[in-house]
Structures are given as C-alpha cells and as structure tokens.
C-alpha cells in the first residue's frame, strides 16, 4: 500500500501506509471474500429448492456471480502479498454461524435471504468504501455492480405473497431474524478483529467515523434494509 | 435450423432441416445443459466437503464454469425458439438419478467424480459433435475449453494417495462405479429420447454412425477414462 494509493487520505486520515492499515485492509477484503464463498455454498444450494428450472438457474446464477466478487477480493489480497486463505480463516466461525442460524426451511426463505442478505452486505460494502483508500474503495465498489437478480426475487415473493397472503407473517418474521444475526455476527468479528474495526472506528495516526457519523450510518443500513422488505411486500 | 447452418450436411446426412433434427437437437442441447446445471449443484455441494479454504475454493471455480456451460447451452436453444427449462425437463429422471446414485461420501470421492466425470461428459461433448451441423458442433466444443481444474484434482488426489496408499483401491472402485452408473443412465436416455438417439444412429433421410464407428466410439469414450485413472494413480 502506498501513499499515492491513498488518494482520499484527507478523508481517512494519514497513515495508510501504516501496517496497521495493511493488516485492517487485509481483514476486510478476507471478510468480504469468504462471505462471498459462503454465500456461493448458501445460494447453491437454495437453489436445490427451487421450485422449477427456471428458478433454479436463476438462484444458480446469482451463486455464480458470487464467486465472481469472491475472485476479485482474492485476486486483490494476492497482490497485496497476502494468502486469501489466512486472510479469511478469521472469519470462517461468524460468517458460518449467520449461515448455519439462518438456515432457509423453504424456496421463499431462501429467496428472501439472497435478496435480504445480499442487500445488506451491499450497502456496507458502499459505506465502508468511504474510509478506505482509492484502490480498495473502488474495488469494494466494483463488486457492488447490480446484477438485476433483485428483481427475480421481488417478483416471485410478492407472487407468492398474492397466491397466499398467510405468507407475508412468516416471511417478515424470517426477514427480521436475518437481519438480528447478521447484527449478532458483525458485532462478534467488530470485537475479535480490533484492525477490522479501525477502519470504522480510526486508529492511532488515521481517523475514522465519529460516533454521530456511525450512527447515522446505521440509519441508513436499516432505512434502506426496510425498503427492500417493502418491496418485498414484508413489513421491515 | 437453416440448410445454410448445415455446413457438414454431407457428413452427417441430408435432411439437418427437417422437424426431426430440430428436436434431436433439442434433446441434445437439453440434456447437456441440465447435466451442467446438476453438476453445479452437486460440485457446489462437494466444495463443502474440502478440508481446506484453498481446496473449497477451486472446486466452486469449477461448479460457477458449469454454470458458463449451461448459459451458452440455454441460449443456443432460446435462438432455435425452444423453452431451456422445456428442453431439459426429460433428463431430469436420469441425471438426477445419476448423481443421487454416486453421492460423494467425502471430498477425495468428490474430486474423483469431478475429474472423471467431467472428463467424460467432454469426451461425449466431442464425440457426439461430430455428428450435428456445424453451428451446433461449434457451440458444443465451446463448452470443452478446458480450464486446468483438472491439474488440481489431479494433483490432490496423487498427494493424498501417497499419504495413504490404501485409498487407491477405494478410489479406483469409486471411479468403475461412476462409470457404471454413467452408462446405465444413458442407456436408459438412449432407449426413452429417440430424437436424442436418432444424432448418432441416424433417422429416416439422415445417415448417423455405422454399428463399427459406435464401437469405435465407445473404445474412445473408455480409453480416455482408463487415462484419467492412471493420471489420478489409480487403476481404471
């Protein structure tokens, strides 16, 4: 990591040539990458569960775009000089224990959670993207890129909800429960991985969100994690 | 289907325009891609069973290159008008019944089925290209690129085997009853599909293989798998 990469230092602070900030980098991106990975397995199979072919490939597909972000982030630790595999081992127990709580019963849950789930992670990658230098934002940004598979999900939940208005209870109950463990999970890596959170939070030589910044960030995670529930036709 | 697309129209007979090649080529299509389409699933699943991050990752490269395979599949048969989920439906039965039959009991067995039977379904993808018109044939040896996943299965079996020399004979049985089980499948598709049937035996105003280029076909097909056990150390 060099200064020049840094371009919005003024924003991050100084010091991420620092190796304090290599080592927070390093967690992010792994942290990122074996989500993708886990997330692969976890779309892979709902897809098993869907109802038709056409469903199945379409769920199929999103898994697949997941381990297209899931080489990017590798590719991106490899150049740094850093084993994707160490870089993610950290963040095998939190990423797995999501998965393994919020296990779908169903196609509709399944569905509900890649299009949940992957909102979720998408919004914090933009957040987070802003307290990182140029190169890693724009990468972290780069993964972001709208595959349209949003508007699979929205269109057969709410079909579904129509066929059988019973659903929307469980689906919403089911929506809010990703959502807890996913809180659950981040708030375990935040206080096992203190180079995780300094990108957040600043660390000695580089600032970071003020406690006013952070809580408006969570705002704007949930505001925007209930308007996909709507969307949904749920209630967040 | 065109004539004009009909190119090897002297090799493989007139009559590439009739309804009866449309719906071989139908069947064709439709087969491989829900063989595609399945083999990402159960690859996905396999990549669960790695022992390590490392490992897991390479074998979901593996399943999401599938899942290329089964885009192109798909739509080649949307441009000849035909319905993918429509044209894969009665392979369902048999693929299903394949994999369900050799359901990997570890990750070693996981790797061989990948390997063997990836490289099987090629051979089959090259063989059987032979025999369809040109724009077809091309499409269907697009799917073959190879894409040095096999290198790694290769070479993690060959370790683990020299680490313990007893999984040779396990494997080795493992890899006949892959075939075993591959055959019987095909048999039963050749007998319920004669669309499918008709690419290789010929229809009425379409010349397909004699008995003796079969059996030559068929000396291809196992002697390529006898090479890929010896490359994987074990006896075919």
Redesign the interface.
Same mark, same amino acid.
């Given at each position: 990591m060099t200064t020049s990469e840094s371009g919005r230092s003024g924003e991050i602070g100084e010091g991420t040539d620092q190796p304090g900030y290599l080592a927070a980098v390093t967690d992010l991106l792994g942290a990122l990458a074996?989500g993708e990975?886990r997330a692969? $397995?976890q779309l892979?199979?709902d +897809?098993?569960l869907a109802p038709?072919?056409?469903h199945? $490939?379409a769920l199929?597909?999103l898994? +697949?775009h997941e381990?297209?972000n899931? +080489?990017v982030l590798?590719e991106r630790l490899q150049s740094l000089g850093v084993e994707? #595999?160490t870089a993610? #081992?950290p963040f095998?127990p939190a990423v797995d224990a999501f998965h393994e709580r919020t296990s779908a019963s169903d196609w509709l849950e399944g569905l509900v959670k890649a299009y949940v789930g992957e909102g979720i992670a998408q919004d914090f990658y933009r957040e987070i993207s802003r307290y990182v230098d140029d190169a890693t934002g724009s990468l972290v940004v780069s993964v972001l890129e709208d595959t349209g598979q949003a508007d699979f999900a929205v269109s057969v939940v709410r079909e579904a909800i129509a066929a059988d208005p019973r659903l929307a209870g469980r689906l919403a109950l089911w929506g809010r429960r990703l959502v807890g463990e996913a809180i659950t999970q981040a708030q375990r890596v935040g206080v096992e991985r203190d180079a995780l959170a300094s990108i957040l939070v600043g660390a000695p030589g580089r600032a970071g969100a003020d406690l006013a910044e952070l809580g408006r960030m969570f705002v704007r995670l949930t505001d925007e994690h209930s308007r996909r529930m709507e969307r949904l036709g749920l209630s967040a």
């Open positions: 074996y990975l692969f $397995s892979a199979r +897809a098993d038709t072919l056409r199945r $490939s199929a597909t898994a +697949a381990l297209k899931y +080489a590798t994707p #595999e993610m #081992e095998v």
